[in-house]
């Protein structure tokens, strides 16, 4: 790994410069050792980084007023703007069990957020609504990720965000085909 570089521009498109996070081997201490080479490794070091420094940020904003886990929170944006999904299909959008969104949804429910009803057409399914307090909160929470946005990647240069759609664009490219070849392959 490269020497850090310091730099005293208070420029947030050159914050990279000097970020000590993302550049903590702590991180993944032995992906060189087996095999991943240098600029790989720390470029998925500072990916690792960032997305924890998102998540602190997140859960930060999210928890500050209504108690609520960060989980919970894009449970609701997701059942907002699908009201009476199914949970097996929420369960899909989250990318999470079904177990762990009926938890969720358990607890939801106890906060008078959601409700859950049998689907008219088929019992099995049980169909996932907002309620209005949920709507309320829900409301809220855009304006506090809106917030978000214009503090952390509104800060970017322009520049450096269309930079970054580009790569991430580009990396989801390659998520997807890995994710595609493990499924050829299971």
Not at 123 to 147: C, H, S
């Amino acid at each position: 790994m490269t020497p850090a570089r310091s730099t005293t521009s208070s420029d947030p498109s050159q914050a990279h410069l000097a970020a000590p996070a993302l550049r903590d081997r702590s991180l993944s201490p032995h992906l060189e050792e087996d095999g991943v080479d240098e600029l790989s490794a720390d470029t998925f070091r500072a990916f690792i980084a960032a997305g924890r420094l998102h998540g602190r940020l997140i859960g930060r904003l999210v928890d500050a007023d209504e108690g609520m886990h960060p989980g919970q929170f894009f449970c609701l944006r997701v059942v907002g703007g699908h009201d009476g999904i199914s949970q097996r299909e929420l369960a899909d959008e989250l990318h999470v069990a079904a177990p762990s969104v009926s938890r969720m949804l358990q607890g939801m429910e106890r906060a008078g957020l959601v409700e859950r009803r049998d689907d008219e057409r088929d019992q099995r399914v049980m169909r996932v609504y907002v309620t209005e307090r949920g709507r309320e909160l829900e409301k809220k929470f855009r304006g506090v990720v809106a917030g978000y946005v214009k503090d952390t990647i509104g800060r970017l240069s322009e520049a450096d965000r269309r930079e970054l759609i580009r790569l991430l664009g580009a990396f989801s490219a390659t998520l997807e085909a890995a994710i595609e070849s493990r499924r050829d392959s299971a």
